[in-house]
């Protein structure tokens, strides 16, 4: 197979991730200093930035959501979801976990609570905003800055037939320059900001499992032991790339989750139980309490290190992992509502998440106040690493569970690796997921490569470092498609408004009013319609074709046996014209309790012959209409569309190009 690269992409953004990495390289005995550097500089001059960033990014999505935005549809109007609503609440449930819950789930509280910003360390009040703090990194806010990507990417590309990547929601703003440099640019800093966000988890990982293999087998911790696991794993992830094993690390991935489930309902079930379910409700509570302050709380009247040194890195973490996890979620999402979208994305994960750190981090709290008096809370701050497999020693089967922590993060390293770099091949191939196989072979080589590499530079500072970079360009890019999305539904809203009649463009006037009158008490069968199409519709849109064919413009009719015809006429830099005719069969109309109850397949089908355009807006029943009818509406409906591209510079709807492929 042939490369798909994009060269104005794939070469300018493997030059910047090669040019930033080489500074830890070229410079090793100062690599720890200059990333220090870097990152203060980063965090101190942009920090505020972040924060303000996520905070507007949350606002938006719960704006789309609670508006009349939110009845907009992934898709055209009448587009039915392509997973059923449990099959996809529990995909968005699976898209929540991965390398960073195992590597924090312990660490983290532990860490809020024995080195806390505020309280005084290892109190009740401590452990109380330990899980606060927690909640609030791992909360709602996250999964913003997912939902922007994920609706952006959904919204466009399958409401407007534009490709599946990040430069697409910026056709609302600068419309067919997306196919330019500033498109180019949008997908180098999507690609560059992917790259080091995977990176820092594998870095993450790799980290937690050689602690998990010291403590199982005695194997050192030492960066050449983390480097050789890089190696193996990426080998395996290889494997799966070169061999297309896509059923089966699918399958893997859904038995890693069920085995993540279990481990959690293991510490459930042997830990303080009823305490947690306690505090996983109180939890809840200080969270929703402290949500808008800890939004926008930067401790500038009294400066912290702990700011920059957990929710800055954190939002900056996100922000880099957004293009990621928002492709996922816009590929299962399309027929979805924006309403059914950002909530789902925002509290389905969340939840989860709340849950797996309340089990394992109130459990670790719990352990450390009682038996383990402070013990837990020294060994986490020596090596956060380690926070897991120490966790576990104070629970039944330490060994069992050891290992299978271990397991988890293998499978999850593999998993990420495989499809981060399906992710960044796509998009370096301009949306196109067709691609050979050496292409998503470098992404995984690379992604490895950047992880081994920052870690034997400047260990987990390096990686941090490398997102915060990566993630400050990119948070531009995620406030402009937040107000690109905000375009483009305002846009469709105008849109939907002047059809919400649903209504021909010309009154129907071939025929006398007994005629009509026959035509109204006659309810049309599947034959009817089909006749319709065939020997009124089809002759009527052909003549159509003939003249604007005549006239210059490269008018098409594809046509269907027992299906559509449809009318095209191509169009530069605005949708494409069309006008079709489509059979339509839908259940009658129930008006009694039988009715009612009986399925829809049992229920008398009405047919229509249905109006569809460009916009996938729901169309009109012409059954009936004569052909001087049809050729009149469809006149009129291009005379109108004419009107509008005309006005494209200050109308914005008249530019969504729905027929773009």
Partial sequence: MTSKISPPVFFPASGIIAALVLVGVLFPRDAERIFSAAQAFVLDTFGWFYLLAVGILLFAVLFFALSR?????????DAEPDYPYASWLAMLFAAGMGIGLMFYAVAEPILHYSVPPEAEPRTILAARQAMEFTFFHWGVHAWAVYAVVGLSLAYFSYRYNLPLTIRS??????????DGPIGHAVDVFAICGTVFGIATSLGLGVLQMNAGLNYLLGVPEAVWVQVLLIAVVMGAATVSVITGLDVGVRRLSEGNLAIAIL?????LAVGPTTFLFKAFIQNIGAYLDDLLPRTFTLYAYEPRAWISD???FYWAWWISWSPFVGMFIARISRGRTVREFVLGVLFVPSTFTFFWMTVFGNSAISLDLGIADGALARDVQENISVALFQFFEYLPLSSVTSALAVALVSVFFVTSADSGSLVVDSLASG???????????????VQGSVAALL???GGLVGLQTMTLIAALPFSVILLLLAFGLLRGMQADVARLTEHRQAQPAIAVRGANWQTRLGAILHEPNKRDVRRFIDHTARPALSEVRDELVRRGLAARLDEEDGGPAILTVPAEGVRDFVYGIEPIAQPAMAFSAAD?????????MVWSARTLFSDGSRGYDVIGFTKADLLSDVLAQFERYQILTQAQSTQLYTTSPAART
């Fill in 310 to 312: 957990w929710t800055l």
């Fill in 596 to 604: 009612t109850r009986a399925s829809p397949e049992g229920r008398r």
């Fill in 455 to 457: 870690l034997m530079a």
């Fill in 169 to 178: 929601g910026f056709y609302p703003l600068i419309r067919e320059r997306i």
């Fill in 431 to 445: 949306g196109n997921d067709d691609t050979p196989v050496w292409q998503r072979l470098y992404w995984c080589v």
């Fill in 263 to 267: 481990l959690m309902l293991f510490v």
């Fill in 69 to 77: 935005f939110g009845r907009l549809k992934l898709g055209p109007d």
